[in-house]
Each structure stands twice: as structure tokens, then as C-alpha cells.
């Protein structure tokens, strides 16, 4: 079992900038793949980003590519996304997710551990 607990939320005005973390434990060494999702109000949960726990292979979503970034510290068993020039429409509840094998970096039902989520407020 992996347990993971998010923060870093909070609010912050359109063109700022957060960092999120997501903290593991348990049986973190056989992970394949740590993930962001986010779930806006009314919307359906949506993939963020995703990195490989062995390795440095990382993946986003259109929307945010080229203003957030997701990275891991493996010492700390820590995932991490960076949120630049935030926009009122990331809006949302940011999960984190990891899985034990490997699967569809952008599929909910690929992960098997998920944390409680963590607010994120832009406005405008």
C-alpha cells in the first residue's frame, strides 16, 4: 500500500505561480509512475501531468504545458508540480495519483493510490 498527501494549495491572483507536493509512503520503491489530476467545479476529473518513479520521463496536459512542471525528489518519496502563470481556470481540486505498472499516464483507472486533493484558487 502507498499513502500520499498532498499540499502547497492555496489562492493566488491570475499570473502567479504555486508549487504543489505530494508526499508518499509505504511501499513507494515499487512505484512505475506518480500523477496529477484535477477536478474543477461541475467538471469531471481531468490528468495534469505524470512522471515514472525510475527515470525522468514526464508527460502533461495540452492546457498546461509550457507553464507547469512536475518533478520528484526519490530521497523524499515526493512528487512536486510547479504551476507558473496561473489562469483562472486551473481552478481545482489537484489530486494526487501513482500506480504500481505500467498504463495510460492520462487514465484514472491506471493508478491505484490517490490522495485527499488540494485546493487551488486563481483570481482574476
Same mark, same amino acid.
Given at each position: #500500500? ?5 499540499? %502547497? %494549495?492555496?489562492?493566488?491572483?491570475? /499570473? ?14 515499487? @512505484? ?6 484535477? #477536478? ?25 504545458? /509550457? ?13 512536486? @508540480?510547479?504551476?507558473?502563470? @496561473? ?15 505500467? /498504463? ?11 490522495? #485527499?486533493?488540494? #485546493? ?5
Amino acid at each position: #500500500q502507498v499513502q500520499l498527501v498532498e499540499s %502547497g %494549495g492555496g489562492l493566488v491572483q491570475a /499570473g502567479g505561480s504555486l508549487r504543489l507536493s505530494c508526499a508518499g509512503s509505504g511501499r513507494t520503491f515499487s @512505484l512505475n509512475a506518480m500523477a496529477w489530476f484535477r #477536478q474543477a467545479p461541475g467538471k469531471e476529473r481531468e490528468f495534469v501531468a505524470a512522471i515514472t518513479w525510475i527515470g525522468i520521463s514526464t508527460y502533461y496536459a495540452d492546457p498546461v504545458k /509550457g507553464r507547469f512542471t512536475i518533478s520528484k525528489d526519490n530521497t523524499k518519496n515526493t512528487v512536486y @508540480l510547479q504551476m507558473n502563470s @496561473l489562469k483562472p481556470e486551473d481552478t481545482a481540486i489537484y489530486y494526487c495519483a501513482a500506480r504500481y505498472y505500467w /498504463g495510460s499516464n492520462d487514465l484514472q483507472r491506471e493508478y491505484d493510490f490517490w490522495g #485527499q486533493g488540494t #485546493q487551488v484558487t486563481v483570481s482574476s
